[in-house]
């Protein structure tokens, strides 16, 4: 897609996968097919541990889902995606795997916070280090669990981090420390 603005300037830029772009009217944005009923973000203020629980609670009543499910299909907190997921499931020791039913309290805690900690640090260091911004310059976020680490000693506890393919995408993870 390409604007080009009335000084001759333009801004061009590209989605790949999961993209939309939209202008609209100032103030209408909530009234967008893709903004309106969207759920809480993990950078919105009212995304709050007590939210999170609820969320999870409602989650419950419905079909059976694991922690990798939560963070990257259905949009069930928008913004997130598999990349990220890995980060977030790692710093909440939790096997991608792992049911959402079998959580306790303790590890709902610790994947709220997981959440809110690891967006907050990418948001901090201006995204992850293998995409640019606006000028082309790149984030300084690096990722803890991806392909690179395959293989490779877990950060944490020196095991060999694994790979393996779920819900349509790949998991990284180590399976000493996430459980």
Known sequence: MSLTFDDGSALTTMTTM???ME??????ELERQY?????LTPVDPEFTSDYFT????E???????S?????????????LGNAIAQDILFNARLCPRRSLADLTTGQHRDLYAAITD???????????????????????????MD????????PECGWTVEKMQYLGGACYFCPKCQV
């Not at 392909?147 to 877990?154: D, E, F, L, V, Y």
């Open 35 to 39: 903004i309106k009923g969207m759920r």
């Open 18 to 20: 999961w993209g939309a």
């Open 118 to 144: 690891t967006v907050h640090e990418v948001t901090k260091k201006g995204s992850r280090n293998d995409e640019t911004d606006l000028f082309g310059k790149p984030g300084s976020y690096v990722r803890l």
């Open 147 to 154: 392909s690179h680490t395959a293989g490779k000693p877990c």
């Open 54 to 57: 609820a969320l999870i609670d």
């Open 67 to 79: 922690v990798k499910s939560l963070l990257t299909q259905d949009q069930l907190i928008p913004g």
């Open 23 to 28: 202008l609209y009217e100032a103030g209408q």
């Open 59 to 65: 989650l419950w009543q419905g079909e059976k889902r």
